[in-house]
């Protein structure tokens, strides 16, 4: 039994001689793994670096199997890991969608924007503030979503300045002020409340990180201590990035 799927390339762990056991987010899947047999040859290598596009096509005789994997591939984000801050931060994004996701669930809204992502990253522009959104989407597509629509208290849509660290709601400016629980609220970025794919200034980016980190922390990062670790060390890195 086969299928095929276009892939984006996440982490590869070595199995056996010359193969490798390597996770995908596919786009009609979700997160799958797979045998590559040869992946660590000159040329396999080149297919599997981390955030490659492929089709992937999945092979095996029993449904418990591990499959075997036939790639081939479409767009290549290999350059991404010659740059210190773009390296950080891929490194940073695979192993954390390889530990987070669920097996086998269909994701193709984050599939999408992960792909988006890369595409700017490899860009040439400025893609931090896209890289703090795909962080808020992830935490939206694993049930741990910001409201950052409209006001917890007041039910309004304007002025939204702050969220609680409590519960990821968003909090106006006006209902905060001169209550005595206003300094835990986290800074709201506002191009983190939008839909947009605008660049952000460098101190909203900061703030937007130090938001969505808060609830990586809390609900992810618990079951995944070295992406937690990988992404310190990718924040430590963009604050160095021109």
Same mark, same amino acid.
Do not use: C, I, K
């Given at each position: 039994m086969e299928r095929s799927d276009d892939a984006?390339?996440?982490t590869a762990l070595p199995h056996g001689e010359h193969g490798a056991v390597v996770r995908f987010l596919s786009l009609g899947s979700g997160l799958v793994a797979a045998y590559v047999h040869g992946a660590r040859s000159r040329r396999r290598r080149s297919d599997l670096a981390p955030?490659?596009?492929?089709?992937?096509?999945l092979g095996s005789r029993l449904a418990d199997q591990l499959p075997t994997a036939r790639l081939e591939a479409l767009a290549s984000r290999a350059l991404? +890991?010659?740059? @210190?801050?773009?390296? =950080?931060?891929? !490194?940073?994004?695979v192993q954390l969608l390889a +530990?987070?996701? @669920?097996?086998?669930? =269909?994701?193709? !809204?984050?599939?999408?924007?992960f792909d988006g992502l890369l595409d700017r990253m490899g860009g040439g522009g400025d893609w931090r503030a896209a890289m703090v959104r795909f962080e808020r989407d992830l935490l939206a597509?694993?049930?741990?979503?910001?409201d950052l629509s409209c006001c917890?208290?007041?039910?309004?849509?304007?002025?939204?300045?702050?969220?609680?660290?409590?519960?990821g709601r968003a909090v106006s400016r006006k209902a905060a002020q001169g209550q005595p629980w206003a300094g835990r609220l986290l800074p709201l970025p506002?191009?983190?409340?939008?839909?947009?794919d605008a660049a952000a200034a460098e101190a909203d980016v900061a703030a937007g990180l130090a938001l969505t980190g808060q609830f990586l922390a809390r609900h992810l990062f618990p079951d995944c201590p070295r992406a937690a670790a990988l992404r310190a060390e990718a924040v430590a890195r963009l604050a160095r990035v021109p």
């Open positions: 984006l390339v996440l955030g490659n596009r492929v089709r992937l096509t991404l +890991a010659f740059a @210190p801050g773009t390296a =950080a931060v891929l !490194d940073y994004l +530990a987070a996701l @669920p097996e086998g669930e =269909a994701q193709p !809204d984050l599939y999408q924007r597509g694993l049930g741990f979503g910001l917890a208290l007041t039910g309004r849509a304007d002025d939204l300045g702050f969220v609680s660290p409590r519960t506002a191009f983190l409340a939008d839909d947009g």
